[in-house]
């Protein structure tokens, strides 16, 4: 047996799936779903605009060999993202919260990073171990710009109060004591894929060892016929949520067709602050090389947050309180999969972690990698790529290419 089973063709099975076919084992990759790209999926619409079905996927790295790994399969064009916060009297404000934000919130002015450093002193509150969102937040801008910025919309995305929330999930914000306003401040790479995400993994899966079988589940009869499986799908899931379930949060996605001219300054995202149903609006015709077709109209995408169970089990952030327990329930989840030793759980709901794109491919390299040189070392590879290709697994149709057009 030579074939390696891949589950799921987001970010994680793709990375994997290719990594494996360059060292020469044949791969098939299932996805339940009829597309390939994961939760990056995006397509070109009615309206002439490139849309990410499932939200918008902003790729930013300082990660070298990320960004030299993802640009061996495509052209990326740089695309710097910028958000605004509407406010509940309906100003729109600068986030990440920078010194145009303070004087803008507070109508002060803050001619310096140091004013702002000393402002925001007597904001915030002296908490020697933060133990949660709501006490980070605190000990950073205060109560205040907590309460404006921060509370409301974390109740709605994540149906939690700032209190249960884990701090690692709102320190992703950065806070600037200066002007600068991208929302990925520190990131040497913000880029963006020219032909779309699709495309790119068109590209990637395009391997002679590499076929693709799509809206195909998982069942775990399958495992038979493979020396390995890579899967990505909820480990909950995989053991028939034998001790738990493990929550997800979910977006439902309200696209709305408007004038070429709807909206004003040049931020791509609005995320609105206030005690409504919805987080934020993104605008794609902000997003470099998402107008592939300019008519007179555009498409702009609205988020309403939700539990999974609520949109047909759609799994997009994995959910981490500040008492851990999930976590706890994950680890135990993990402990039964360091038993089965012929499967590597990849990815989000593999992991049961909230990654961005690079740390999934980075994580993933990683994790592909050290097996394939561990196989290397028990001396178990074939020698070339295609040396095993007369041994087809023979329980589902795969497809050596995808060649989907959406998205290209
Ligand atoms: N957040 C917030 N207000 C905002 C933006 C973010 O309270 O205007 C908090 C919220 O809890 C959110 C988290 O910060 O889930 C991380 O935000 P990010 O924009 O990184 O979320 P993502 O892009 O992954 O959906």
Not at 11 to 16: I, K, M, Q, R, S
Not at 77 to 84: F, L, M
Not at 154 to 169: F, I, N, P, Q, Y
Not at 303 to 330: A, F
Request: charged fraction near 20%; charge should be neutral; glycine fraction near 8%.
């Amino acid at each position: 047996m030579t074939r390696i089973l891949v589950v799921g063709c987001g970010f994680a099975g793709a990375t994997v799936a290719r990594e494996l076919a360059d060292a020469g084992w044949e791969v098939d990759m299932i996805d339940q779903r009829s597309h390939i790209a994961g939760n990056a999926f995006d397509e070109i619409d009615c309206n002439g605009i490139r849309i990410h079905r499932y939200g918008p996927h902003l790729f930013h790295t300082s990660n070298k060999r990320v960004i030299d790994w993802i640009a061996r399969f495509g052209e990326f064009v740089t695309y710097e993202h910028r958000v605004q916060a509407r406010l509940p009297d309906g100003r729109c404000v600068v986030l990440p919260i920078n010194r145009a934000t303070i004087n803008d919130v507070f109508g002060v002015t803050l001619n310096d990073s140091e004013a702002v450093r000393a402002f925001l002193l007597t904001q915030a509150v002296d908490i020697a171990h933060p133990a949660n969102a709501a006490e980070y937040l605190a000990t950073k801008v205060g109560v205040i710009l907590s309460d404006l910025f921060f509370r409301p919309y974390t109740r709605k995305m994540w149906g939690l109060d700032l209190e249960d929330l884990d701090a690692s999930v709102v320190k992703r914000i950065p806070l600037r004591y200066d002007n600068e306003d991208r929302y990925f401040p520190g990131e040497t790479y913000q880029v963006m894929p020219r032909l779309g995400y699709t495309r790119l993994f068109e590209v990637i899966l395009d391997h002679p060892c590499i076929r693709v079988c799509l809206n195909q589940s998982f069942d775990a009869s399958m495992l038979r016929g493979y020396v390995h499986c890579f899967n990505s799908m909820p480990i909950d899931a995989f053991f028939d949520y034998r001790i738990g379930r493990l929550p997800y949060r979910s977006i439902r996605f309200h696209h709305h067709t408007v004038r070429f001219d709807y909206g004003c300054g040049s931020a791509a995202t609005i995320n609105f602050t206030d005690a409504g149903p919805l987080t934020r609006e993104t605008d794609w015709t902000r997003i470099q090389g998402h107008v592939v077709r300019q008519g007179p109209s555009k498409t702009i995408t609205r988020e309403e947050p939700c539990d999974y169970s609520e949109n047909n089990h759609e799994r997009y952030y994995p959910v981490k309180t500040s008492d851990g327990r999930y976590q706890v329930l994950y680890s135990r989840y993990k402990a039964l999969a360091a038993a089965v030793a012929n499967v590597s759980f990849i990815g989000r709901c593999g992991t049961y972690q909230y990654l961005d794109m690079h740390q999934v491919i980075s994580q993933s390299l990683a994790h592909v990698s050290a097996w394939i040189d561990q196989r290397r070392s028990s001396g178990s590879v074939k020698g070339s790529p295609l040396s095993s290709s007369s041994e087809p697994s023979g329980r589902f149709a795969c497809t050596p290419n995808i060649g989907l057009s959406a998205g290209s």
